[in-house]
């Protein structure tokens, strides 16, 4: 199954077996305080900074969030969808709760790159979040995250977000949505409240990939909430997650592009290490 997204001479290709793709995280202004101050003061200097950046430390798609505090979605999300598009040219992820705001950056998105693939980050098995953002989903042909919880939350079962997983699909195949257009996140959670929550996100990914054969997307930093050093534990996860059956991550590149890049070259997906030595020279130069 091959899940591609699109930009105007450039394409991401999601499919397992390949390299991992990073969706770059950085462009949302929770936990970042610096950025929802410019966002809120209408200042996208950082923001363009931020994309170049993150292109720069290997993010292969740039997600972009504004959700905050009074701040009009509707108006900022496609005034910054367009905005990395002009600075940059990899695909882009959309990721809004607020579904006129979804439509006004698909649309953006649309006008500036008519035969393009965005990703809409995201769907879930909640029965009025499947019937409000499906329809544009398929209305703009694009790709889309599928979270792994309903109505009564997040399974706590490896089998239970399975289910889960089958009822997006179903769904969106009455909406005329290829499977090659999903990608099915199982939801990382602390740890630090749970031990058995690592190994229940690993084990759902694993169901998930050899029963439905979508590709897997993930969400490292939630695994290390709480506890100290979580970039150790971020990074000891996320190469057991690539070694599961997951091929893109969302991550901030800068800090882990490296690990995911050496973890490619010794599951053999990079041939004479050709991807590993470009970004390592890449990084040298700064």
């Known amino acids: 199954m091959k899940t591609i997204l699109k930009r105007t001479g450039k394409e991401i290709i999601i499919e397992h077996g390949r390299p991992t793709v990073i969706l770059g995280e950085r462009i949302n202004p929770t936990g970042k305080s610096k950025l929802a101050v410019a966002l809120a003061a209408d200042d996208l200097e950082i923001v363009r900074q931020e994309a170049l950046a993150q292109v720069d430390a290997g993010a292969d798609i740039l997600d972009i969030n504004v959700g905050m505090a009074d701040v009009d979605e509707v108006t900022l999300l496609p005034k910054i969808v367009k905005l990395v598009m002009e600075t940059v040219d990899v695909p882009i992820s959309i990721d809004t709760g607020n579904t006129d705001a979804l439509k006004a950056a698909l649309a ?22 499947l019937t409000n953002v499906l329809p544009l989903v398929a209305e703009y042909g694009a790709a889309v995250i599928g979270l792994c919880m309903d109505d009564d939350g997040i399974p706590g079962t490896p089998e239970g977000r399975l289910e889960v997983a089958k009822k997006i699909l179903k769904r969106a195949e009455e909406h005329g949505i290829p499977q090659d257009d999903i990608l099915i996140d199982c939801l990382a959670m602390t740890v630090g409240a749970d031990a058995k929550a690592g190994w229940i996100t690993l084990k759902a990914i694993q169901m998930v990939k050899e029963t439905l054969g979508v590709n897997m997307i993930l969400g490292v930093s939630n695994i290390s909430f709480g506890l100290p050093e979580r970039e150790v534990i971020n990074i000891a996860y996320l190469v057991l997650a690539i070694t599961n ?42």
């Open 108 to 129: 953006t998105h649309k006008a500036l790159n008519p035969n393009g693939k965005a990703l809409v980050n995201s769907v879930n098995g909640e029965e009025a979040n």
């Open 245 to 286: 059956g997951l091929n893109c991550l969302i991550v901030d590149a800068a800090k882990v592009a490296p690990y995911i890049l050496a973890t490619d070259l010794l599951l053999s997906r990079d041939d004479y290490a050709i991807r590993y030595l470009k970004a390592y020279r890449r990084r040298k130069r700064h």
